[in-house]
């Protein structure tokens, strides 16, 4: 299951000098689930630029086993919007 919500510049346009920016803020939930293995859980919160080129900041739970933590960057090379 993936579950995204765009906030459409909510955050970033009241802080001047992102404002200028026009940068999207992201937020995301993933979740699998494999018959045998334990179930894998990701929370996402991540930047976007005109829907080309994406930053996400990820934490994940896999288990009884702790959370980590990683970076996600993304670049739409074809495609539309």
């Known amino acids: ?3 995204e919500y765009h906030l459409n510049r909510f955050i970033t346009n009241k802080i001047p000098y992102f404002r ?3 940068l999207n803020e992201i937020v995301g939930f993933h979740f699998l689930h ?9 929370l996402t919160i991540g930047l976007e630029k005109f829907g080309i ?3 996400d900041f ?3 739970f896999s288990g009884k086993s702790r959370p980590w933590f990683s ?7 074809i495609g539309q919007q």
């Open 20 to 22: 200028k920016l026009k």
């Open 53 to 55: 080129a994406r930053v």
């Open 71 to 77: 970076f996600r960057c993304g670049l739409k090379i």
């Open 34 to 42: 494999v018959k045998g293995l334990p179930e894998h859980y990701e």
């Open 58 to 60: 990820v934490q994940s």
């Open 1 to 3: 299951m993936h579950a």
